[in-house]
């Protein structure tokens, strides 16, 4: 069981609000929250050492074995995503330096922080670094935006997530939690979607972070101003905080049940969506969450409200305010990698505002 001491300053919350529940961990690629606010829980540096090994198994592998017919239906659908093949992408327009897009898992994986082959080459040469949002450099500013807006994240007045719980699934909660080493008293004025961080994220993740390891976007951010890049946000944090607090408060409650029902499968989520992530095969992401998703939830698990609010809304704000940065050319934008595919994904809308965008692998 992995103890969480309570009596420390928070500090790494932030670096897990995006992970709740299988179809949430797809916030790993989209929500920059981490470094946003500090951590209500941590753990030692020896026990991040101890546990900075990741487990879990490939789905998709033991499926194409199990299942062939659903895992072909699974491909089909993957295959039909616009755009779902590729990590890094070349922005072109006439009379300018070509730019680059590369989508980003938002964890401190070392494979992932490696990027893919011309990512580091693209980096080195840009002059301006674009991000979800350029305050993950600064956590204590990060911090004291996100707690001028204590509704995002709390609960008002003198409610707590036990006034939304049916009993049973207070139980389960508990026991999750306790299993985690945190009391429910503790944490049940935060919103649904926050708990539910605590009981997504791998292990691994969570002891990395604590050690002090930064996910790709932020070593992104933090190499930029290092070497004196321009660096550019195109979003606030409060603004990645307020979409995801716009959904529904029993959407929240329904993921931080199914992540909890999901017990040890959420590592095996992990590992199947950082291995596509590698592969560059994006639009078997969601399909593959999906699928998990409904071997536990008992309804529809959301899925519509959460792409169009947490991705889709977010695509158009931020192609919007990249445009006039990657019209100066030699611009290196990283952003989560769901983000990129689809209709009305980045890549589609940066064409349509008159870029010519490829794949680079």
Request: proline share 5%; hydrophobic share 45%; with cysteine.
């Amino acid at each position: 069981m992995m103890t969480f001491p309570i009596s420390r300053p928070i500090r790494n919350l932030a670096d897990r609000l995006a992970d709740s529940a299988p179809w949430l961990i797809a916030s790993l690629h989209l929500l920059m929250l981490a470094s946003l606010i500090a951590a209500l829980l941590s753990i030692s540096d020896a026990r991040a050492a101890e546990e900075s090994a990741c487990g879990g198994s490939n789905i998709l592998t033991g499926l194409e074995q199990s299942d062939p017919t659903r895992f072909a239906a699974l491909r089909r659908e993957a295959d039909a995503v616009p755009n779902g093949k590729g990590l890094l992408w070349k922005i072109e327009a006439q009379g300018l330096a070509p730019s680059w897009l590369l989508g980003t898992m938002h964890v401190t994986d070392p494979r992932v922080l490696a990027m893919p082959e011309g990512a580091v080459d693209a980096f080195a040469k840009a002059a301006i670094v674009i991000v979800e949002s350029d305050e993950i450099v600064d956590d204590k500013k990060a911090a004291a935006a996100i707690m001028m807006h204590p509704d995002l994240t709390m609960f008002a007045g003198d409610k707590t997530i036990n006034d939304f719980l049916k009993p049973e699934d207070r139980v389960r909660l508990e026991t999750g939690l306790k299993e985690r080493g945190i009391p429910l008293p503790l944490v049940a004025k935060m919103k649904p979607w926050m708990i539910a961080s605590f009981v997504a994220l791998p292990a691994c993740e969570i002891s990395r972070k604590a050690g002090g390891a930064s996910f790709l976007d932020k070593k992104l951010a933090e190499d930029a101003v290092r070497e004196g890049k321009t660096l550019k946000g195109l979003e606030t944090l409060v603004e990645q905080l307020s979409a995801m607090d716009s959904l529904p408060v029993e959407l929240h409650l329904q993921a931080l049940i199914e992540t909890l029902a999901l017990g040890k499968t959420i590592d095996d989520v992990m590992a199947t969506t950082t291995d596509l992530y590698l592969s560059g095969d994006t639009g078997m992401i969601m399909p593959m969450m999906k699928s998990v998703s409904s071997q536990t939830a008992a309804k529809d698990f959301g899925f519509a409200d959460f792409e169009q609010r947490i991705i889709i809304d977010r695509n158009k704000i931020m192609a919007t305010r990249a445009e006039p940065f990657l019209k100066g050319g030699n611009a290196f934008m990283a952003v989560g990698a769901l983000h990129l595919s689809g209709a009305e994904g980045l890549v589609e809308l940066l064409r349509q505002r008159g870029f010519t965008v490829t794949p680079v692998n």
